[in-house]
């Protein structure tokens, strides 16, 4: 352990009370509620509750009043505690981040081959997202609409009587400045694969015919599901720029597992990142109105809005609960990677089966998630650098506040978060003279299933 993380640095516990995305979501959650059917509901269709739900969980991560974990050095006896995190997706960047780092690892270790792929963007005209936005139901056929022509694409490639193409799918439905713009990413296989699961390399061609191929798909869907009618398609069909757009990028060979595996990561991103946003509060503002200046990520370029038309315009890129943003296709389908699984062909994907620790100590391994995230080590103790380690998770109302009140970080009356959430301040271990607890360990939080989408997974019991 000391030796993998020897470079590392101490890590602190993050503080997501006092970051300024937390502070506009706290300023405006409630005023975006009341305001959304006079304000918003025209643009961005009607409010779902779910979004609150979201919102509250986020607003509790990292709170201590609601549990968390006792981490104890074995050698100096110095311990500190991390509380829980929200666990939400899109919403919460860091929570989401786990995921991202996540998915990845799961991508490149238990599904893709070791072949070569390629990443593929299929986006649509603005005159069609609005139907996206309002219906979100709809995501998943564009996906399907994708699949369908990509496949043939890559199919046509090869002389083969039964080619088999892969491909993982993720749907991104915002733009650089959150404005609505569902398109797919894709990592799909530089050819297609044999009877003997040898992949036979497709030669490149244009992608102008493609590109015609998904417009007419998109079309027949959105027709079949009664967002548009015949006249519409014949206007957008003479449009001199069709709206549409594919994109191919260079293959990826299986030895650059590196740059595979930030692919992964980047396709199933947040729709924001914290460090490119600055808020500033309607007591600061000149004109007394909230605003929010954020930069893109792409463009570079710094735009300012209105808080609460920033965070409306945010929640709608908040998937509904149970909705997958991310789809196996073909050979690296649900179905054919279980029923390879089975007859014991699929030992050139790397398994955890076959690695040096079990698949649930894999699961279990917040710690290396954390290490790629913040390039810190949350296990390395900050006194005598020894090894720390999880001794306890504290979910009992009453044990939290003993410990609480023992630590003199219990404020009745007051729900702002404790004041541990000092810059590299840790909390000292309870003194032995202290009240005894009743402290149990939970390995039940830790179960996650194999066969899921990244979105669907349970994650750790994350305490960052």
């Not at 779902?48 to 609601?66: F, S, T």
Request: charged share 25%.
């Amino acid at each position: 352990m000391l030796t993998a993380f020897s470079r590392a640095e101490v890590y602190t516990p993050r503080s997501p009370h006092k970051n300024q995305y937390y502070r506009c979501v706290e300023a405006h959650f409630e005023e975006l509620e009341g305001t959304w059917e006079d304000r918003y509901q025209k643009e961005y269709g009607y409010w779902r509750p779910y979004v609150l739900d979201i919102i509250y969980k986020y607003l509790d991560c990292g709170d201590l009043y609601l549990g968390f974990a006792r981490v104890k050095c074995d050698d100096c006896n110095h311990e500190y505690l991390l509380p829980f995190s929200c666990k939400r997706r899109h919403f919460c960047p860091s929570c989401h981040q786990k995921r991202v780092v996540e998915f990845g690892e799961f991508l490149c270790g238990e599904v893709l081959k070791q072949v070569p792929h390629r990443q593929w963007v299929f986006s649509i005209p603005k005159r069609l997202r609005l139907y996206f936005m309002y219906d979100r139901s709809l995501l998943a056929k564009l996906s399907r609409c994708a699949w369908k022509v990509l496949s043939v694409y890559l199919k046509q490639g090869v002389s083969l009587d039964d080619p088999k193409p892969g491909a993982v799918i993720a749907v991104q439905t915002f733009g650089d400045f959150l404005n609505s713009n569902p398109h797919l990413h894709i990592i799909a296989t530089d050819g297609c694969f044999d009877q003997d699961d040898g992949l036979w390399l497709g030669p490149y061609r244009t992608l102008q015919s493609l590109e015609g191929l998904f417009r007419l798909e998109v079309f027949n869907m959105l027709k079949k599901e009664g967002k548009i009618t015949d006249l519409i398609i014949e206007n957008m069909m003479g449009w001199h720029h069709s709206g549409f757009n594919v994109y191919c990028g260079e293959s990826i060979w299986p030895s650059d597992q590196e740059r595979i595996e930030k692919l992964a990561q980047y396709i199933v991103r947040a729709p924001i990142a914290q460090e490119r946003l600055l808020y500033i509060p309607a007591s600061e503002s000149n004109d007394g109105v909230a605003r929010v200046i954020y930069k893109g990520k792409n463009s570079g370029v710094r735009e300012t809005f209105v808080a609460l038309d920033w965070l409306a315009c945010l929640v709608t890129h908040i998937p509904n609960r149970g909705e997958q943003h991310v789809r196996y296709y073909g050979y690296y389908s649900n179905k054919s990677r279980g029923m390879r699984k089975k007859t014991e062909i699929d030992n050139q994907v790397p398994s955890l089966v076959n690695s040096d620790i079990s698949k649930k100590a894999f699961r279990r391994n917040w710690v290396r998630l954390i290490q790629k995230v913040y390039h810190a080590d949350p296990l390395l103790c900050p006194k005598c650098n020894g090894c720390m380690r999880i001794i306890s998770f504290i979910k009992d109302e009453e044990t939290i506040k003993k410990i609480l009140l023992h630590l003199d970080l219990w404020m009745p009356g007051n729900h702002d978060p404790p004041n541990l959430y000092q810059e590299h301040q840790y909390i000292p271990a309870p003194k032995p003279s202290g009240p005894s607890y009743d402290i149990t360990h939970d390995d039940s939080i830790f179960q996650m299933p194999y066969e899921d989408e990244y979105s669907q997974l349970t994650p750790y019991e994350d305490c960052i």
